[in-house]
């Protein structure tokens, strides 16, 4: 099948909080929210949802359940109980769930920086402690695990590390090896494992996607999984996610952690989810390859058009992590100045920990017209210095 993800929508005007953020000259290339369609197999099941016109309290399906393991199955050769799936409203909800279960006030939680921000910010909402690890650029630009900083974040106060995989901003895909090696260091800690997976579907240049707790029984008994549809197929606004527990007491933990907070997805996010998990496998792999297509050309204008400005090419995500250090920029505020130089607006670097200082999160999950014109204004800006 042919899928269009060229045609440009007019986004302005329809509650897109990515779109009302900003000015209307400006174009909004900040959170991980794509600008296409999402796929016709995903809109058809919620017309059809919506004409039964019953939206009482809903429940995770069979026919989800059996999609979803299916799926599991089929892409990680992960073999997970229907029994291990605990459906929620986000995986925001889902890290915070989990660091509730498994920590107390006064324990510690490890992230590695730069992080997502929810991610970064965690800890607060719950009376614990951050420990950070590093995350740092070998000559080429790519992100590597800096072990001796990570295996000195963990001491005898350390009952969680938040994983992010693929890691949000840096778009690296970490190794089966490399995941291993971080299990092995929480499991000798007595650490659990709290895994945010939401890109694992946008994984390009034929990465593979491995969930750590598929890794071995050991480590899966200490590892809470959160999967969700919304980045993969543009589902955020409807809040619906996944939680895969296969350790039972950890499971009850989890439900424990709820606390009367938490519900269900609500029922038409349960359709859109099992419809994109069923039906979109053709539409995703179309859409990987237009994201490959689109970080190749942001890559190559970077490097020919924006002299002072660096990006190693994401193995997954559609989000590139720009480093505009070398540009000297007032205040090394690299936000602020494309802002208003350029009138383009990206994810403020400093959102992500201290190493993001003078960097930028761009969103290339859009119309080639609107990267190429949004790619061009920071250009045309930086050479009119």
């Known amino acids: ?72 199955r089929r892409r990680y050769g992960w073999d997970v109980s229907k029994d291990a799936l605990m459906t929620l409203p986000g995986v925001i909800p889902g890290f915070n769930m989990g660091l509730r279960a498994v920590t107390k006030p006064g324990d510690s939680m490890v992230v590695q920086l730069p992080s997502y921000g929810p991610i970064l910010n965690s800890w607060k909402h719950h009376g614990i402690v951050r420990h950070d690890a590093m995350l740092v650029r070998d000559p080429s630009g790519r992100y590597e695990i800096d072990w001796p900083s ?10 969680a590390f938040v994983l992010c995989n693929p890691h949000n901003p840096v778009g690296r895909v970490f190794s089966p090896e490399e995941l291993r090696r971080m299990a092995e260091i929480c499991l000798a800690h007595d650490a659990w494992i709290i895994s945010d997976e939401i890109h ?15 890794l071995s029984p050991e480590i899966a008994a ?39 907070l938490v ?7 349960s359709a859109a989810m099992t419809a994109a998990y069923r039906d979109c496998d053709g539409w995703l792999e179309a859409l990987t390859g237009y994201l490959t297509e689109n970080r190749d050309y942001l890559t190559g204008f970077v490097g020919e058009r924006m002299p002072g400005v660096t990006v190693y090419p994401a193995e ?68 009119a210095r």
């Open 1 to 72: 099948m042919q899928y269009d993800f060229d045609t440009v929508h007019e986004r302005r005007g329809t509650d897109s909080s990515k779109w009302a953020r900003f000015p209307a000259d400006v174009i909004p290339m900040p959170v991980a929210d794509m600008d296409f369609l999402s796929p016709e197999p995903v809109r058809r099941a919620l017309r059809e949802r919506v004409e039964q016109g019953f939206y009482g309290y809903g429940r995770a399906n069979e026919e989800f359940l059996e999609v979803f393991t299916g799926r599991l």
């Open 150 to 159: 990570f295996e000195a974040a963990f001491d005898g106060t350390t009952r």
């Open 200 to 214: 694992c579907d946008l994984v390009l240049d034929g990465n593979r996607h491995t969930p750590v707790a598929s």
């Open 222 to 260: 200490r590892t809470i999984t959160l999967m969700a549809p919304s980045k993969t197929f543009n589902l955020a606004g409807l809040k619906s996610a996944v939680a895969i527990i296969p350790d039972a007491d950890l499971r009850a933990k989890f439900e424990a952690a709820k606390g009367g």
């Open 263 to 269: 519900g269900a997805v609500n029922v038409l996010g």
């Open 316 to 383: 997954a995500t559609y989000l590139a992590w720009l480093d505009c250090n070398a540009l000297g920029l007032p205040g090394n505020d690299a936000f602020g100045w494309f802002l208003d130089h350029a009138r383009v607006g990206l994810g403020e670097g400093s959102n992500f920990g201290p190493p993001g200082e003078g960097f930028v999160r761009l969103n290339f999950g859009c119309p080639r017209a609107l990267l190429q014109e949004g790619l061009e204004r920071m250009a045309t800006a930086l050479a």
